[in-house]
Structure formats: C-alpha cells, structure tokens
C-alpha cells in the first residue's frame, strides 16, 4: 500500500476509534476493529472508493456491530461482570466533545445504558448524536431506510434519557468536586459523604477493588454508597498489599466525569468515576480490573497531572 493510502488511512484513525469506542464500550475492543479495518482498507480495490471516510465509516460501524452480535459479546456482557473501559480526558479515542450530545454519549452511564440497546439502535444513536450523520447518511450506512433511522433514534433516545445531563464540569470544578469527596471518604463519616450525594444516588463497582472479582457489586442507595467509600478509602495494611505499595490519590477527569485516581508508581490502581447532577453526585462507579486500566494508565503516564490529593495513601 503506498504512502498516499496509509495517509489517508491514518488521517481518520482517532475519529473511527471514537465511533467503535462509543459502539463497543471498550478500547481495546475499538483499536482491533480499527485495525481490521485497516486491512479491509488495505486489501480494498480503493480506486474505486470515491469517499473513504465514508467507506471506512461504514466498514467501522458493521465491523463493530458484528463483535455487539458475537456470540463471545453477549456471553460476556450477560454475566453482569461487563462495564465500559474508562478512558482519561484528552485520550483522543473520546472523540468530539463540541456538544452536549457528544459529551453524553461517551459517559460511562450512557455507554451502561447502551447496553440496553439493539445493536442497530446503538449504531443509530451514536452516529446520529456524536458523528451529526443525518438520517439520510445513516440508512446508507447501516443499509436501513430513512425512516427506519428515524424510529431507531426515537427509541434510542427514550431509553437514554435517563442518563441525560447538561452539568458541564470544567477542571477546577473537578478538582473540587473530588477533593471534597475524598476528604469526605477518609473522614470516616458517612453522613458527610451522604450529603454530597443526591436522594437517588446510586453505586457500582466491579469489585477488585474490594478484592473480589466475578459479578459487579451494586450499591443502590446513598448509605449503601457512603460505607462502600468509607470502607474503600480506610487505608489497612492489607489494602496496601494489594495495592502493591503506599499509592497516591489523585483528581482526574474521565470520560468527562471527575474522578478520583489512585496511582502507584505511575500505574492506574484504580479509579472513581463520580456522575454529577447539579450540584450533587448522583452515581458512584469504581474499576479496578488491571484488564479495564490499561489504556488509561499509558495516558496518564503521558499527561502531565496536578499534585495528588493524598501524597501517599
């Protein structure tokens, strides 16, 4: 393939890693789809491709919908032990983050409720509310009709919209959103971590952090919440064992969420995901799972970061 085609190729690599992302919930699951499209793009006859964004739009999107519909998918995302890669600000496989919609549609409570989604219905959405595709585009795209685009939308939309949120955190809003989160945590009083959070407020972690794998740990109130935290940010000398040492906390955003990140020698031992809601926290996510950290460690490691909230934990 000569340089003109690899070019072009690359050129569009970080936007159809953004689409598989918000397709498929994983990062690696995105860069291999990208990468078969790269050989799909390699081996094509491209004098004839009058478009490649649009051609490799479209080979992206049904490479990504054929893993959603693998048999491997369903086994592992049934299991209730599935829950999106977490991905650092400024990672580029985020995408576009212009609009409200964009934004929304790579948070890790809309990527959850995805799930819920028929493949074509996901495929729709994400196109429509994070690419701007109109529905004509789309039809051609997923070889639909234009209407069917449309109704695609409509009940992808309703089921979403539990999820939907206009907060805007900037980094200094984060920052202080999760330092008072922190320090409510290590304060070893529930009732100040109670009060950061909304009525409904609701948790879930996939509980290696607790040392437990297997089924994702769901704490459905803010009391449940609050001693799940109370408990995790209580440093014991067999939380640092498996930690593998004294680790640093951290203010973060991820997937345009504040976070707490706790970090150990450079590496990502895990992070708190906080869902803000006016002005209160309304949904607490934890990961982890080495398998669920590797993409957003090597950007840590390449960003430059603020002074940790807690040197050494």
Not at 176 to 183: L, M, W
Not at 233 to 238: E, L, Q, W, Y
Not at 259 to 281: M, N, Q
Request: contains cysteine; hydrophobic residues 45%; charged residues 25%.
């Amino acid at each position: 393939m000569d340089t003109a085609a690899v070019a072009c190729f690359e050129a569009s690599r970080h936007r159809l890693a953004s689409l598989a992302y918000r397709l498929l919930g994983s990062a690696a699951d995105a860069e291999d789809t990208v990468q078969d499209a790269f050989l799909r793009w390699q081996a094509a006859d491209r004098e004839y491709i009058e478009v490649p964004e649009a051609w490799l739009t479209k080979i992206v999107t049904h490479l990504s919908l054929d893993r959603l519909r693998s048999a491997k998918a369903r086994r592992e995302r049934a299991v209730g032990a599935w829950m999106p890669e977490p991905l650092l600000d400024g990672d580029p496989m985020l995408g576009p983050a212009d609009t409200v919609e964009q934004r929304e549609s790579v948070t890790l409570a809309v990527l959850t409720l995805m799930e819920r989604l028929s493949p074509m219905e996901r495929a729709v959405y994400v196109l429509r509310e994070a690419f701007a595709y109109s529905h004509g585009e789309i039809a051609e795209i997923l070889g639909i009709t234009e209407s069917g685009s449309q109704q695609h939308l409509h009940r992808a939309r309703r089921r979403i919209a539990a999820a939907r949120n206009d907060t805007v955190i900037d980094h200094v809003s984060a920052r202080g959103i999760v330092a008072a989160f922190v320090e409510a945590a290590a304060s070893g009083r529930t009732e100040r971590l109670v009060a950061l959070l909304t009525d409904d407020a609701t948790g879930i972690s996939d509980g290696a952090g607790f040392g437990r794998t297997g089924k994702l740990i769901r704490f459905p109130t803010p009391e449940r919440i609050a001693r799940a935290m109370r408990a995790g940010f209580k440093p014991t000398p067999a939380k640092r064992r498996l930690a593998g040492g004294s680790p640093s906390i951290h203010a973060a955003k991820v997937n345009g969420c504040p976070a707490v990140l706790v970090s150990l020698d450079e590496r990502v031992a895990g992070v708190v995901i906080l869902e803000i809601r006016g002005d209160k926290i309304a949904g607490v996510r934890g990961i982890a799972a080495p398998s669920r950290l590797g993409r957003l460690t090597a950007e840590w490691m390449r960003q430059e970061h603020d002074a940790p909230l807690i040197g050494s934990w």
